[in-house]
């Protein structure tokens, strides 16, 4: 039973332009949401977070929207950079040792 | 700092042989974890452990057990190896959970087993 879902295995945008990753999730008890990042041969890496009584984070490049009436999170990251090529994780919290994470996105940014 | 180690890299085990996979931090963080990743699904939590001698079960414990004897390290053991635990496998520390809101957590780079 995937608790966190990113529907869309692969991401492809233009340097320069906006890449948006989206991520559902079904447990209303969630509390923390992070986006973490993976390089090839690498751990993933935390990005940002956000909790669940806000509905925006920012920083920097990255944004992070929250939508609980649908149980819908997204990262932004504007503007995208090749340097952002990787493997994108959702990852939401119930409590500290209980973190679900989705399948992840593969963002790819052209040259 | 080297952060968070993990030995080997890869490992290729036949059905029914042992190992075991160490981590290692040097952060002083009090929580490890470790995890499985296997393809289209996430991250899912093996076991895990708040402190030195104390570990418990995450969502998949079946078949490994873990130890904490060291703060810093946390070794995952496999007893009778089988192909199902073929995957890619995550340790990962982070501070006490009143450190800071979310505990962020920082992995190690990921062992690849296959068991055949």
């Known amino acids: 039973d995937q608790q966190v879902k990113q529907n869309s295995p692969s991401l492809s945008v233009q340097e320069g332009r906006i890449s948006i990753l989206n991520c559902d999730y079904t447990n209303s008890m969630f509390d923390y949401f992070l986006w973490y990042k993976k390089y090839p041969a690498e751990g993933p890496t935390f990005l940002i977070s956000?909790?669940?009584?806000?509905d925006k984070n920012e920083d920097g490049r990255f944004t992070v929207f929250l939508n609980k009436s649908a149980k819908h999170l997204s990262l932004h990251i504007v503007p995208s950079q090749p340097g952002d090529s990787a493997v994108y994780f959702c990852a939401a919290r119930v409590v500290f040792n209980d973190m679900r994470f989705g399948a992840g996105t593969r963002l790819t940014v052209k040259p | 700092n080297a952060g968070v180690t993990q030995t080997p890299k890869f490992r290729v085990l036949k059905t029914g042989q042992s190992m075991t996979l160490l981590c290692a931090q040097d952060m002083n963080h009090e929580y490890m974890y470790w995890y499985r990743q296997d393809p289209g699904m996430g991250l899912r939590l093996i076991h895990y452990s708040v402190g030195e001698g104390t570990t418990a079960k995450g969502e998949v414990p079946d078949g490994y057990n873990v130890s904490r004897l060291k703060k810093q390290n946390f070794l995952l053991g496999l007893e009778s190896a089988a192909p199902s635990q073929t995957s890619v496998y995550f340790c990962?520390?982070?501070?006490?959970?009143?450190?800071?809101?979310?505990?962020?957590?920082?992995f190690g780079p990921g062992t690849r087993l296959t068991v055949l």
């Open positions: 990962a520390s982070s501070m006490a959970l009143d450190s800071g809101p979310y505990n962020e957590q920082f």
């Open positions: 956000i909790s669940s009584i806000k």
